[in-house]
């Protein structure tokens, strides 16, 4: 073979690449054209706001939350993350002016029905928050707080505590001090410990807000194997401000951000774009979004 013969056929095998290169996988074909989808959903928001007052703080999240997946919520301060969190486990019945608007359901069950009792909600969709709040109590107890309001046999006790600190990756490093006080904790064990309180009630669903927004770096990389090593148990929903973190931790992102509202003047956030993490993070549909991910706005 001549030289113009090899380079004929290597243009054909770069041809060919490039061709190869545009077909869509098996793998993005079977997420945009699938009917099934890959989980199941366990939670579906549909055009829902949020209310403190007449203040409509959040508006338009449209969002199906699947089994088994983490769901980061991302975008910049005041935008309503916290607000659409805690609708989800009707945290927000705790502040006399919130009210919501539209629909929000878990497995298909309206959780604002007023047959729903939102302390049921809470144990089957736990919450950790971005400040480490151990109860002032033994490790023990703090474990053991949910389960002992849930009317759980004290005889379970222990290895509810044994159970829910090994899934927190805690257990090796406090099973000879139980029965000391939680706060003496360091933040790290501390935010571990609140995961494994919220684990004690055997929960569906656990959201996180900013869980490692008070933790050091070495903290926040354990609770994030943790998420990764849990979310094979439940579902997981987190707010962060650390994009690294959404881009690695979480299976799909939810990108709010906030405007000026026409009715009412007032900045309201709204969710702009809810796609698979990687989509939102390399090829984002809307402009917002790519702003927001690459650094120029928020
Ligand atoms: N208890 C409340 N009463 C009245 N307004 C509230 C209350 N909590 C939040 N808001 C308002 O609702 C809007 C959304 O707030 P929210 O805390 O949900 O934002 P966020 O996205 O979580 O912000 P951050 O990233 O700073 O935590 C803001 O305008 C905020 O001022
Ligand atoms: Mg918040």
Redesign the pocket.
């Known amino acids: 073979m001549n030289d113009e013969t090899n380079h004929d056929a290597q243009k054909q095998v770069d041809e060919m690449d490039a061709v190869q290169a545009n077909r869509p996988t098996v793998a993005t074909v079977a997420t945009e054209n699938s009917i099934e989808p890959d989980h199941p959903v366990v939670l579906s928001m549909r055009n829902l706001s949020?209310y403190?007052?007449t203040?409509r703080?959040?508006r338009d999240v449209d969002m199906d939350i699947r089994e088994n997946e983490i769901t980061a919520?991302i975008?910049?301060?005041?935008?309503?993350?916290?607000?659409?969190?805690?609708s989800i486990n009707r945290m927000?019945d705790l502040?006399p002016?919130?009210r919501v608007e539209g629909d929000l359901r878990f497995h298909g069950l309206d959780l604002y029905d007023s047959k729903v009792d939102p302390v049921e909600v809470r144990r089957r969709i736990g919450m950790v928050f971005?400040k480490p709040n151990p109860f002032p109590k033994s490790i023990y107890d703090n474990i053991t707080y949910g389960p002992r309001i849930a009317g759980t046999p004290k005889e379970n006790f222990d290895e509810i505590v044994e159970t829910s600190l090994k899934r927190a990756a805690l257990w090796d490093e406090v099973k000879d001090r139980l029965s000391e006080s939680a706060l003496g904790m360091s933040g790290g064990q501390q935010q571990r410990l609140c995961i494994a309180r919220a684990i004690a009630t055997n929960p569906d669903v656990l959201l996180m807000?900013?869980p490692c927004s008070a933790l050091d770096p070495i903290a926040t990389g354990m609770i994030e194997d943790l998420m990764q090593e849990i979310k094979s148990n439940y579902t997981i929903v987190i707010?962060t401000?650390n994009m690294q973190q959404a881009a690695r931790v979480s299976d799909r992102t939810a990108f709010?951000t906030?405007q000026i509202d026409s009715e009412n003047d007032?900045?309201?956030?709204l969710l702009v774009e809810f796609d698979r993490t990687e989509k939102i993070f390399s090829n984002p549909a809307d402009e917002r979004t790519e702003n927001y991910v690459t650094g120029r706005f928020g």
């Open positions: 949020v403190y007052g203040f703080a959040v919520m975008g910049p301060s005041g935008c309503g993350k916290s607000t659409v969190l805690r927000n502040i002016t919130a971005q807000d900013e707010v401000h709010f906030a007032r900045r309201t956030g």
